[in-house]
């Protein structure tokens, strides 16, 4: 599905290739040689200097001959390749060196009874809760007003990134569809390194790649990205532009699955948009 997926490599291969391509190397301080580049980035020679290791260690990782790394080795390459954080956690993660977090368990099929309550006493905050997969799992009134009928929908429809590429009404609500749909790809990518032989994750990604090209070529990227606050606008039909906050939560008693909640600046035209519209 593409973290496990190119004939001779590995996740941890594809990511240090993507990454060295991906990385300028006037960035990395490396004056210029002279030599003709033939393709983006850094050579190998390059970064195995950057990194103090082998040219024949790097070419190893890269072509999936070497898994298992050591931590100060990960760490010398993660800052030859100026990673950002997720990016890191990735790189631990795909290397079988897990990050300093709890493990997640595989995920359960629906949220908690409790969750749902919950879910219900906010009648002013759209939420829902998803799973790794970005499953739609449970949802309040506010969070089908605000993005789209999920019980009209069959249990297999109700994921966010499958909407978010295959369904045209809810991808018209994103006044930045692109950026969006990245950012889903990016947090789809981290979690397919933390769960490799998620079954159900893996026919997500091969069901997006079949049907959107630009989902193939985003996973392609292998760019990553651990959930966190953002703000998204939104074209909605009815309550019109909405500027809201993304805020996500994870749950204690169920580590593969977050609570995510739609809130605006108060007193803000979002703010007053959102209240008519929940209204």
Request: aromatic share 6%; hydrophobic share 40%; net charge neutral.
């Amino acid at each position: 599905m593409g973290h496990r997926d190119a004939p001779g490599g590995s996740a941890l291969g594809e990511f240090l290739r993507s990454r060295r391509a991906a990385l300028d190397p006037h960035q990395a301080g490396l004056a210029d040689d002279g030599r003709l580049r033939r393709v983006p980035g850094l050579r190998r020679e390059e970064l195995a200097q950057l990194a103090h290791v082998s040219v024949d260690y790097v070419v190893r990782l890269e072509q999936g001959r070497t898994r298992r790394v050591s931590r100060p080795v990960l760490y010398a390459l993660a800052d030859a390749l100026q990673l950002a954080p997720d990016e890191r956690d990735y790189l631990l993660t795909v290397a079988d060196v897990a990050p300093a977090t709890a493990a997640r368990q595989p995920g359960r099929p629906e949220a908690g009874p409790r969750l749902r309550q919950l879910l219900d006493t906010m009648p002013d905050v759209p939420a829902m809760v998803l799973n790794r997969r970005m499953d739609v799992l449970a949802w309040n009134r506010g969070a089908a007003a605000l993005l789209t009928d999920f019980g009209a929908l069959s249990p297999a429809e109700r994921n966010l990134i499958r909407l978010t590429f295959l369904d045209d009404a809810f991808r018209a609500l994103y006044a930045d569809w692109s950026r969006a749909a990245r950012e889903c790809v990016a947090v789809l990518r981290m979690e397919a390194g933390r769960a490799p032989r998620d079954p159900s994750l893996s026919a997500l990604v091969g069901e997006l790649s079949v049907h959107d090209a630009d989902f193939r070529a985003w996973w392609a990227d292998h760019r990553v990205r651990g959930p966190r606050q953002l703000a998204k606008t939104y074209r909605h039909p009815v309550a019109g532009p909405l500027t809201l906050d993304v805020q996500q939560f994870s749950v204690d008693t169920h580590p593969d699955q977050q609570l995510i909640a739609y809130t605006a600046e108060p007193g803000s035209p979002s703010h007053e948009a959102l209240r008519l519209l929940l209204q």
